[in-house]
């Protein structure tokens, strides 16, 4: 189908920056959702910023103002850019995307997928 690869991860000082990025491939018909989720120990997975439909970005409050999700559309990318880093960003953060596929030459199915996952920690 699709698939997800996250790239950009690291240690780095509170206050310091990173850049994610996600690029999807596979058989690809249209994207309609994209962007990314963190996962701390012992939390559920939450929305960190994300595309919708059309060009609208949901963020979550925790990082307005600090996040910026933005995307390369005929790449097939999202990018995240972090800055002003708490510890409390510390986590895994996975890309997702959904939209429809080429399931043969006429027809497409939707898709939802998920990256490997990339680990940002953010040391005090």
């Known amino acids: 189908q699709v698939q997800l690869v996250e790239s950009g991860g690291g240690l780095v000082q509170a206050g310091g920056s990173l850049r994610l990025s996600c690029a999807a491939s596979?058989?690809?018909?249209?994207?309609?959702?994209m962007g990314w989720y963190r996962q701390a120990p012992g939390k559920q997975r939450e929305l960190v910023a994300r595309f919708t439909s059309g060009s609208n970005t949901n963020y979550a409050d925790s990082v307005k103002g600090r996040f910026t999700i933005s995307r390369d559309s005929a790449k097939n990318t999202v990018y995240l850019q972090m800055n002003s880093l708490k510890p409390e960003d510390t986590a895994v953060y996975y890309c997702n995307a959904g939209g429809l596929y080429y399931s043969n030459s006429v027809l497409t199915l939707p898709f939802g997928s998920w990256g490997q996952g990339t680990q940002v920690t953010v040391s005090s």
């Open positions: 596979g058989r690809i018909f249209s994207i309609s959702t």
